[in-house]
């Protein structure tokens, strides 16, 4: 066991008894490279032996019971906070499940304590409830800021066609993830490849390595199968679960999150992200800004990088408009606050479930439906919304997670987030959703 | 048919052709040598816009309505070929020419600028809008006249005369023939002028979808050899492709949703090889087609003779 472990274990988790360790420790934590933990410590130290007749220790082990109980207590998404983002209503599930057809599966893996630990993971959304690959749907990509990967994407801007799963996971894991997806692609299409076209998977990443040793690559393609045969529709499990085990966001545990919205027009937008991205003071929910006023929990949860965003719809929009779609989405993604840094990979897919375009050669002609441009502007509007709310969920509903070398990303504080929302007078009647 | 962009159903050309010497107080005349060439997509007194894509490859050219075509995917207004510096007068004369016809949908007018200062006194403004009028209501479809014509009166290429050129190809689609159409002006593949380049209007009415002829567009331009782009970073390909296919609504915000038609993905590459040939004889006809000209400065530029032809024009 690692002294950062053993750190975590008496200072965090289950309370050591502080006047035993306290030298030790701190001689060891001293030398410690990683600054983080050791300006953390220093600055809790300092912090509590200003107040007069402190009870140093005391202080600490009680301060840090409450960050263990505010984190890792209940979560609960935004919406069971009372918090409401824009005027639209939800879907059933406030998840991109709302959007007929969509199914949602996740593997989780969790290895190990320390050197090593894995918390990494994988998320595939299929778009249909039938053979994606036979039946294509439109779809449009938008970089935000490139410094990330998502495969399929030259082939899907060319053809504005979506022709396989989604597939989030962690930034060394892309390669078997894809390998994954296209032997199970081309099992269930003996033809593909040969007689009929290819499919090159949509494959997109974020970099978890502050909480996985993400470089061992312990995904197998097993993992990737089992996601795709536990997809259901439904609620989404949201959180450390799935591509988003090792994610972390906005100085505190990220990763997946969903929420969708419904137009006048019976039409539903549902956003799915894995949130990687942003730090702590930037955090704004519905315009407050929140990150700046909790206390506690450390400063630093791992340099911050990437969020990938999934938009889909059953209006019938086309390529073109799609794209529209994903700038909206980049638009929901400002409203939390996140600034797209250079290292930040933020990639937007966006697609529409309306029109189903059967692989080339079947017919000359498509009939197909689409939106009047001149009346799109709600599915954008729901569009911002769910984006917005997808990645506020993430946050709230991600638990406090140790991972590699002990890195603790705590889980977002909700019942202070709650705290602080009411002092700016955001929250009124508790709606539960 | 008439091998022209024309041969699209519903497509007009327009020439305005200004040759004239205005009086200078200080010696030489002032040599206008240039015009404007329209291309109407469909009969403007509809309100209705057709899906497009514009292509603006390297170079340091103008073409106003960039945004929407680039972002909206649709196009509005006729597609106008003017020298740069005319490029304002000629897109508030398409706004009068939207006004004139009871519409204000005409917007953005699509204007694209070529440089032809060579042989005309660009800096003269020499544009009236009256004459701009007139030629876009004059617009013809059937023959389009090629050459020295149009914008195509001030344009060089490969250091002979350019101008404009036009040609068409035929497609039998599932029962139906169909049609891509293309006018070239060719102002591009001078040694001694950086500032060349290259317009290109395209037009089909196979149901293409937007993204659809961003892949042509990609194609054709693959087939463009250094023959007819020259690699000078300031030369520049500038053009849009429409399909007459899928014409919408414009005026309101219903229906929701229209009701479309899209080719298969298959045809693409039928498509692509058309458009090709058709871009590269629109390329040929500009320079066989061109007369001599006189111009600013007392510059001459003479027709491309047949020997040059082929070695320059690999087609």
Not at chain 2, 288 to 308: I, L, N, W, Y
């Amino acid at each position: 066991m690692s002294h950062l472990e053993k750190y975590f274990d008496f200072f965090i988790a289950k309370p050591y008894n502080w006047e035993n360790h306290a030298d030790a420790e701190l001689s060891v934590l001293s030398t410690e490279k990683n600054m983080e933990r050791r300006d953390f410590i220093r600055n809790s130290l300092l912090s509590f032996s200003l107040l007069p007749g402190t009870n140093l220790i005391g202080e600490i082990l009680q301060q840090s019971e409450k960050r263990v109980a505010a984190s890792g207590g209940k979560r609960r998404r935004l919406r069971e906070l009372g918090i409401r983002i824009g005027s639209l209503e939800p879907g059933p599930y406030n998840a991109i499940t709302d959007v007929e057809g969509i199914r949602v599966g996740q593997t989780t893996i969790i290895k190990g304590q320390g050197r090593g630990a894995v918390r990494t993971g994988v998320t595939v959304i299929l778009p249909h409830a039938d053979n994606i690959y036979e039946e294509n749907l439109f779809a449009s990509c938008f970089i935000q800021n490139g410094w990330g990967e998502m495969t399929g994407i030259a082939a899907l801007e060319n053809t504005g066609l979506l022709k396989t799963p989604v597939f989030l996971s962690g930034t060394y894991n892309v390669g078997i993830v894809l390998s994954a997806a296209t032997k199970y692609l081309c099992e269930m299409n003996p033809e593909m490849g040969d007689k009929a076209e290819m499919a090159h998977p949509v494959v997109a990443e974020c970099f978890d390595d502050f909480l996985s040793d993400t470089k061992s690559r312990q995904i197998t393609e097993a993992d990737v199968v089992k996601a795709i045969e536990s997809a259901r529709s439904g609620a989404v499990a949201e959180g450390a679960v799935g591509g988003g085990t090792g994610m972390t966001s906005f100085g505190f545990k990220g990763g997946i999150g969903t929420s969708s919205r419904r137009t006048k027009n019976h039409n539903t937008v549902g956003v799915l992200v894995m949130a990687n991205t942003a730090g702590r003071n930037q955090l704004r929910i519905d315009g407050v800004p929140v990150g700046k006023e909790i206390v506690g929990f450390g400063e630093k949860a791992g340099k911050t990088k990437s969020i990938i965003l999934l938009a889909a719809t059953d209006a019938p929009l086309l390529p073109f408009q799609l794209r529209k779609i994903g700038k909206r989405v980049a638009m929901g993604l400002a409203q939390t606050g996140a600034i797209s840094s250079t290292g930040s990979g933020d990639i937007i897919l966006a697609f529409s479930t309306a029109n189903r375009i059967p692989r080339a050669r079947q017919t000359d002609f498509h009939s197909l439906k689409g939106v009047n441009d001149l009346s799109i502007t709600p599915l954008y509007e729901a569009t911002v919304e769910a984006t917005q709310e997808a990645i506020l969920n993430a946050l709230c509903m991600a638990e406090t997670t140790v991972g590699r070398d002990g890195n603790t990303s705590y889980g977002l504080p909700v019942d202070q987030v709650e705290e602080i929302m009411k002092k700016h007078g955001r929250i009124g009647a508790k709606i539960h959703g | 048919m008439d091998n022209a962009i024309t041969d699209v159903k519903g497509v007009k050309v327009a020439h305005l052709t200004i040759e004239k010497d205005l009086p200078s107080p200080a010696g030489r005349a002032a040599a206008i040598r240039t015009g404007l060439t329209a291309v109407i997509p469909y009969p403007m007194e509809k309100a209705l816009r057709l899906f497009c894509a514009n292509l603006c490859l390297k170079g340091n050219a103008e073409m106003t309505g960039y945004e929407v075509l680039d972002d909206f995917c649709y196009l509005n207004s006729p597609v106008v070929i003017t020298n740069s510096f005319n490029v304002g007068q000629a897109y508030d004369a398409v706004l009068s020419y939207g006004f004139a016809q009871n519409r204000d949908e005409v917007w953005p007018p699509v204007i694209i600028g070529l440089n032809d200062s060579y042989l005309n006194e660009m800096t003269k403004f020499s544009f009236d809008e009256k004459e701009i009028l007139q030629a876009l209501f004059n617009a013809k479809d059937g023959k389009v006249e090629q050459g020295s014509v149009g914008v195509g009166v001030g344009l060089r290429a490969f250091d002979w005369k350019g101008g404009i050129g036009t040609s068409s190809r035929r497609l039998l689609i599932g029962g139906q023939e169909l049609t891509c159409g293309v006018l070239a002006a060719s102002n591009h593949g001078n040694s001694d002028f950086a500032e060349g380049s290259l317009s290109l209007v395209m037009a089909t009415d196979v149901p293409l979808f937007p993204h659809q002829i961003r892949q042509v567009l990609r194609a054709v331009l693959a087939g463009l050899g250094p023959a007819q782009v020259k690699t000078n970073p300031a030369e520049s390909v500038s053009g849009i492709f429409f399909s007459t296919a899928n014409a919408m609504s414009m005026a309101t915000e219903r229906p929701f949703v229209f009701d479309y038609l899209m080719i298969d993905d298959s045809w693409l590459e039928r498509i692509s090889a058309a458009c090709s040939e058709a871009v590269l004889e629109s390329i040929r006809n500009s320079l066989t087609k061109a007369t001599a000209v006189s111009g600013r400065q007392g510059r001459t530029v003479k027709p491309m003779p047949e020997d040059v032809q082929s070695k320059v024009l690999r087609i």
